[in-house]
């Protein structure tokens, strides 16, 4: 028991440091595309919340929240980055619910059915939808004539550029966490057999 306990301390520590890293250092965990950033950080918070558990999920998300916002100040990255992400709003919250919900799904597949591989794909699949989907709204809802002037677009036509984003960065970022989260998931919870209990 304590053994599992100070080897979950151990697993956690690291996402946590990965996510810092990856909050940082361009290309490690988001792709500037000068529009809006294609986002890969959300895949730690997957694995996190999969080989962990949706608290330790919450947790990593709010590290990668607290990193956005500190990049959002330091070292901008896009247009709209210094008005929106210094938002903790918008830059934590959604990141928080990606772990919680991630982890949720997965303990529901991992209690209810023996299809682990097919949960920690839903999981992922739903979790970085989560971001997107929450990211967007909250930004649509809490900054649309500043998103309006920064993308020199119409307020109306908002909604469709927030659609294309969607498209182009949303359903990216989710085949993305669907391949890769449940890889890493599994290949950290083989070896390591006691987290899976």
């Known amino acids: 028991m304590q053994r599992r306990k100070a080897y979950r301390t151990a697993i956690l520590g690291i996402l946590i440091a990965i996510i810092f890293v990856q909050s940082m250092v361009p290309f490690l965990g988001y792709i500037p595309t000068g529009f809006i950033n294609i986002t890969i950080i959300h895949i730690t918070v997957i694995v996190a919340a999969i080989v962990l558990g949706p608290k330790d999920?919450?947790?990593?998300?709010?590290?990668?929240?607290?990193g956005t916002i500190i990049r959002a100040f330091t070292s901008p990255t896009s247009i709209i980055d210094t008005t929106v992400f210094t938002n903790p709003i918008v830059a934590i919250l959604p990141r928080i619910a990606v772990g919680l919900i991630a982890g949720w799904i997965y303990l529901w597949f991992k209690k209810n059915t023996s299809k682990k591989v097919l949960g920690m794909?839903?999981?992922s699949g739903i979790g970085s939808l989560t971001n997107t989907i929450l990211v967007l709204g909250l930004m649509r809802f809490m900054y649309a004539s500043a998103m309006a002037?920064?993308?020199a677009t119409q307020t109306d036509l908002l909604n469709k550029l927030l659609l294309v984003i969607v498209g182009t960065n949303g359903v990216p970022e989710m085949i993305a966490a669907i391949i890769i989260a449940p890889a890493i998931s599994t290949a950290i919870l083989?070896?390591?057999r006691f987290l899976d209990n």
């Open 57 to 66: 999920g919450a947790i990593v998300g709010l590290v990668w929240g607290i």
């Open 121 to 123: 794909a839903i999981a």
């Open 149 to 151: 002037q920064a993308y």
């Open 190 to 192: 083989k070896t390591n």
